[in-house]
């Protein structure tokens, strides 16, 4: 089946860890997203990739890098510096490509939570 | 990117139609309007888009005034599957700097009732 998929669902860490959630995606399509989602709240852009081995910070990118070698995949890595870490965190992609409309869709999240 | 306003909250009977408002009185000309929704700790799914001519699919329909400043998300017949946040975003599809981004608010909760 097409889509895309994190894991894992459900991820611990100690406190002073980076940790590197995955985000792979079947779909062919160009662009890729991080968002994070606090308790209550919508969603808020980290980082994002129109096309391989390149990407842009979105609104909240301290603390956070990523890397996109290859278009299926767009890890994200919560680092140290990240001050509070714990949140539901989403991927997304979409067509982009320079067309007038793309949809993003949404894989199903990683909840992380850091002790 | 512009921004939106949505109620925080909403009721609706199930069986009858269900009406989400939206307000994005800066939107630009080659802003989309797109509508999403989420289950509770699940990723959004997409519902519907449009630019500036009303839009149905099998799942709901998109009505937006002629201005383009709010919009409409209808769920003809809702059921309690159809409670859920719904995020009504705006955006700029294509490849440049800032293409890609879209904010999304809080959204409007929308509890479909018995």
């Known amino acids: 089946d097409g889509g895309i998929t994190q894991s894992p669902k459900y991820l611990f860490r100690k406190e002073g860890q980076n940790v590197t959630l995955s985000c792979e995606q079947n779909l062919n399509h160009d662009a890729m997203y991080w968002y994070r989602q606090d308790p209550g709240q919508g969603l808020r852009l980290i980082y994002y990739?129109?096309?391989?081995?390149?990407?842009q910070k979105g609104d909240i990118a301290e603390g956070y890098s990523v890397s996109r070698e290859k278009k299926e995949s767009f890890p994200l890595t919560v680092t140290s510096a990240q001050k509070n870490p714990t949140a539901f965190y989403l991927c997304?992609?979409?067509?982009?490509?320079?067309?007038?409309?793309?949809?993003?869709?949404f894989g199903p999240g990683t909840r992380l939570t850091v002790l | 990117d512009a921004k939106t306003t949505q109620p925080t909250s909403m009721d609706c009977a199930e069986g009858r139609a269900a009406n989400l408002p939206c307000n994005h009185s800066t939107i630009s000309g080659n802003e989309y309007v797109y509508w999403y929704r989420q289950i509770h700790s699940q990723g959004p799914q997409y519902i519907i888009h449009?630019?500036?001519n009303n839009e149905t699919n099998e799942m709901a329909s998109l009505i937006i005034t002629e201005d383009r400043k709010s919009s409409t998300l209808i769920l003809p017949h809702a059921t309690l599957r159809d409670t859920a946040v719904y995020y009504c975003?705006?955006?700029?599809?294509?490849?440049?700097?800032?293409?890609?981004?879209?904010?999304f608010g809080d959204g409007t909760t929308l509890t479909v009732k018995p």
């Open positions: 449009g630019l500036k």
């Open positions: 990739s129109q096309i391989v081995n390149d990407f």
């Open positions: 997304a992609s979409s067509t982009s490509g320079g067309r007038r409309t793309d949809t993003q869709y």
């Open positions: 975003i705006v955006r700029v599809a294509g490849y440049n700097t800032n293409a890609g981004k879209s904010t």
